[in-house]
């Protein structure tokens, strides 16, 4: 491994470098961005609906938690919607550090380990075996 590869993804100029192509050349499948680009249902609707986005919206998310609950019948406090799931991992991890100890699976996306520590966790890394045919199992 280089010693100047990026740590996380989404580095195409360093990609691109080592492959010794354009940056736009590559599909960089480490960040959840669709490559090709939003649905043109999803710019209609922002088109649509321009003038109602001068304000935040409900920080609570009460109809898009109401509307979620009806669909998937379950009650609203069983749903929490985030902007992004950067953003729900970090609240999961705040809920995780109180406890006395979060076991944690490695390898692992190293937004865990981060998000954990940003909360003062107590982390207790347990390593995955690999067995022959390519499948990791926890040997707890």
């Given at each position: 491994?280089?010693?100047?590869?990026?740590?996380?993804?989404?580095?195409?100029?360093?990609?691109?470098?080592l492959a010794n192509c354009s940056p736009a050349?590559?599909?960089?499948?480490?960040?959840?961005?669709?490559?090709?680009?939003?649905?043109?249902?999803?710019?209609?609707?922002?088109?649509?609906?321009?003038?109602?986005?001068?304000?935040?919206?409900?920080?609570?998310?009460?109809?898009?938690?109401?509307?979620?609950?009806?669909?998937?019948?379950?009650?609203?406090?069983?749903?929490?919607?985030?902007?992004?799931?950067?953003?729900?991992?970090?609240?999961?991890?705040?809920?995780?550090?109180?406890?006395?100890?979060?076991?944690?699976?490695?390898?692992?996306?190293?937004?865990?380990?981060?998000?954990?520590?940003?909360?003062?966790?107590?982390?207790?890394?347990?390593?995955?075996?690999?067995?022959?045919?390519?499948?990791?199992?926890?040997?707890?």
């Amino acid at each position: 491994m280089s010693a100047d590869r990026p740590v996380h993804g989404g580095n195409l100029t360093w990609a691109s470098g080592l492959a010794n192509c354009s940056p736009a050349d590559i599909l960089d499948f480490s960040a959840s961005i669709n490559p090709l680009g939003p649905p043109l249902s999803a710019i209609a609707a922002i088109q649509t609906h321009l003038e109602t986005l001068k304000a935040y919206p409900d920080p609570d998310y009460r109809q898009l938690r109401s509307a979620l609950s009806q669909f998937h019948h379950l009650s609203p406090d069983w749903i929490l919607p985030g902007n992004g799931a950067a953003e729900l991992l970090t609240w999961a991890s705040r809920d995780l550090a109180e406890l006395d100890i979060t076991c944690l699976p490695t390898p692992a996306f190293g937004d865990y380990r981060r998000a954990l520590k940003a909360f003062g966790a107590n982390v207790l890394e347990h390593p995955l075996e690999i067995l022959d045919f390519g499948f990791w199992i926890l040997d707890w």
